[in-house]
Protein backbone atom coordinates (compact mmCIF):
# COMPACT_ATOMS: atom_id res chain seq x y z
CA UNK A 1 0.00 0.00 0.00
CA UNK A 2 1.28 3.55 -0.94
CA UNK A 3 1.41 6.20 2.16
CA UNK A 4 2.57 9.57 1.27
CA UNK A 5 3.16 11.70 4.50
CA UNK A 6 3.66 15.34 3.39
CA UNK A 7 5.22 17.68 6.54
CA UNK A 8 6.88 21.13 6.75
CA UNK A 9 3.89 23.11 6.28
CA UNK A 10 3.41 26.13 8.49
CA UNK A 11 2.77 30.11 9.00
CA UNK A 12 5.04 32.70 7.54
CA UNK A 13 5.28 35.90 6.85
CA UNK A 14 5.52 37.00 2.74
CA UNK A 15 8.84 37.21 1.54
CA UNK A 16 9.37 33.91 3.92
CA UNK A 17 10.82 30.77 3.15
CA UNK A 18 9.26 26.81 3.91
CA UNK A 19 10.54 23.42 2.95
CA UNK A 20 7.90 20.82 2.42
CA UNK A 21 8.81 17.13 2.93
CA UNK A 22 6.96 13.53 1.12
CA UNK A 23 8.10 10.56 2.98
CA UNK A 24 7.01 8.33 0.74
CA UNK A 25 6.96 4.17 1.30
CA UNK A 26 5.20 1.07 -0.83
CA UNK A 27 6.49 1.80 -3.69
CA UNK A 28 9.48 1.55 -5.54
CA UNK A 29 9.90 5.21 -5.18
CA UNK A 30 13.38 5.83 -7.70
CA UNK A 31 11.39 5.40 -10.56
CA UNK A 32 8.48 7.23 -10.46
CA UNK A 33 7.91 10.76 -11.60
CA UNK A 34 6.54 12.47 -8.18
CA UNK A 35 4.88 15.09 -7.60
CA UNK A 36 4.04 18.53 -5.48
CA UNK A 37 0.02 19.50 -5.84
CA UNK A 38 -1.59 21.94 -3.78
CA UNK A 39 -5.19 22.77 -2.91
CA UNK A 40 -6.76 26.63 -1.88
CA UNK A 41 -9.96 26.98 -0.64
CA UNK A 42 -12.65 27.11 -2.90
CA UNK A 43 -9.91 26.02 -6.02
CA UNK A 44 -9.14 22.67 -7.71
CA UNK A 45 -6.13 20.72 -6.79
CA UNK A 46 -3.25 21.96 -9.37
CA UNK A 47 0.13 20.85 -10.01
CA UNK A 48 3.12 22.64 -8.38
CA UNK A 49 5.96 21.31 -9.22
CA UNK A 50 6.93 17.55 -10.86
CA UNK A 51 10.58 15.69 -10.65
CA UNK A 52 10.79 12.54 -13.00
CA UNK A 53 12.60 9.31 -11.90
CA UNK A 54 16.12 11.10 -13.67
CA UNK A 55 15.62 14.47 -12.28
CA UNK A 56 14.04 16.54 -14.74
CA UNK A 57 11.80 19.38 -13.46
CA UNK A 58 8.62 20.70 -14.33
CA UNK A 59 6.94 23.61 -12.51
CA UNK A 60 3.52 25.53 -13.00
CA UNK A 61 4.47 29.23 -14.31
CA UNK A 62 3.64 31.00 -11.10
CA UNK A 63 6.39 29.63 -8.73
CA UNK A 64 9.16 29.28 -11.51
CA UNK A 65 12.12 30.84 -9.75
CA UNK A 66 10.90 30.65 -6.45
CA UNK A 67 10.17 27.31 -5.76
CA UNK A 68 12.76 24.12 -6.33
CA UNK A 69 11.36 20.42 -6.34
CA UNK A 70 14.20 17.61 -5.67
CA UNK A 71 14.36 14.34 -4.51
CA UNK A 72 16.37 11.78 -2.39
CA UNK A 73 16.05 8.34 -3.40
CA UNK A 74 17.81 6.87 -0.82
CA UNK A 75 15.30 8.29 1.75
CA UNK A 76 12.14 7.93 -0.42
CA UNK A 77 11.70 11.82 -0.24
CA UNK A 78 10.38 14.38 -2.29
CA UNK A 79 11.17 18.11 -1.08
CA UNK A 80 10.09 21.34 -2.04
CA UNK A 81 12.05 24.46 -1.35
CA UNK A 82 9.68 27.21 -1.06
CA UNK A 83 11.21 31.05 -1.34
CA UNK A 84 9.89 34.52 -1.61
CA UNK A 85 6.30 33.31 -0.78
CA UNK A 86 3.81 35.12 -1.00
CA UNK A 87 0.07 35.57 0.55
CA UNK A 88 -1.52 33.65 -2.99
CA UNK A 89 0.53 30.51 -2.34
CA UNK A 90 -1.68 29.71 0.38
CA UNK A 91 -2.87 26.07 0.20
CA UNK A 92 -2.71 22.66 1.48
CA UNK A 93 0.37 21.12 -0.32
CA UNK A 94 0.30 17.18 -1.32
CA UNK A 95 2.33 14.71 -2.90
CA UNK A 96 1.82 12.12 -5.26
CA UNK A 97 3.15 10.18 -8.53
CA UNK A 98 1.26 11.16 -11.24
CA UNK A 99 0.95 8.06 -14.01
CA UNK A 100 -1.25 10.31 -15.77
CA UNK A 101 -4.01 12.72 -16.76
CA UNK A 102 -5.92 12.47 -13.05
CA UNK A 103 -4.28 9.19 -12.36
CA UNK A 104 -2.09 8.89 -9.74
CA UNK A 105 -0.06 6.19 -7.37
CA UNK A 106 -1.22 7.25 -3.69
CA UNK A 107 -4.30 8.37 -2.25
CA UNK A 108 -3.86 11.56 -1.31
CA UNK A 109 -2.03 11.62 2.35
CA UNK A 110 -3.44 14.35 4.89
CA UNK A 111 -1.42 17.59 2.86
CA UNK A 112 0.40 20.19 4.99
CA UNK A 113 -1.16 23.34 5.19
CA UNK A 114 1.59 26.42 3.95
CA UNK A 115 -0.33 29.82 5.22
CA UNK A 116 1.32 33.01 4.15
CA UNK A 117 0.13 36.13 6.09
CA UNK A 118 1.90 39.23 8.02
Known amino acids: QVQLVESGGGLVQPGGSLRLSCAASGLIFSIYTMGWYRQAPEEQRELVAR???????TYAESVKGRFTISRDNAKNTVYLQMNSLKAEVTAVYYC????????????WGQGTQVTVSS
Open 51 to 57: ITSGGST
Open 96 to 107: DAPLGPGIFLGS
